[in-house]
């Protein structure tokens, strides 16, 4: 294996550069409630080199907004749609909660195939990329 920009063979993989450069570590300790009793507080803290942060893996995208969204559309007819039951506003409160969940519903699955294909195919190459340590490129090796 060498690198495909100077030719060198003194490489290290992406994934080792980014678990040496990032420290995990969790701290316990008190916090007081509003009312005065305290409490135990976990924190976790993460620390990275610059190394470690430009080979980081690539990030999956969340759903959580989207399902909140969601949530909200449930609630939106119920709460508005069913006090206006019968009348003009109510049909239009509908229509707008039917569009909201085709939007919603749209983005989640954008999402979820993004999820699957592309981040799966970046997390692949990640996984085989290599950092020459002579002239610094990033790449797959020859
Ligand atoms: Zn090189």
Not at 29 to 57: C, D, E, I, K, W
Not at 121 to 132: G, V
């Amino acid at each position: 294996m060498t690198c495909g920009n100077c030719g060198s063979d003194n490489l290290t993989r992406l994934s080792l550069l980014w678990e040496r450069g990032t420290a995990v570590t969790t701290s316990a300790g008190f916090a007081m409630t509003a009312s005065g009793q305290s409490a135990s507080v976990l924190t976790r803290n993460v620390s990275q080199t610059h190394a470690a942060v430009s080979a980081s893996p690539p990030k999956k995208k969340h759903i959580v907004v989207w399902m909140i969204l969601w949530f909200v559309y449930v609630l939106f007819p119920v709460l508005f749609g069913l006090p206006l039951r019968g009348s003009r506003e109510g049909v239009t409160c509908f229509v707008i909660a039917i569009l909201f969940q085709v939007l919603v519903w749209t983005q989640i699955s954008r999402v979820n195939k993004w999820n699957r294909t592309t981040y799966a195919e970046r997390l692949e190459a990640w996984q085989s990329s290599y950092q020459c340590n002579r002239c610094g490129a990033v790449g797959v090796p020859s």
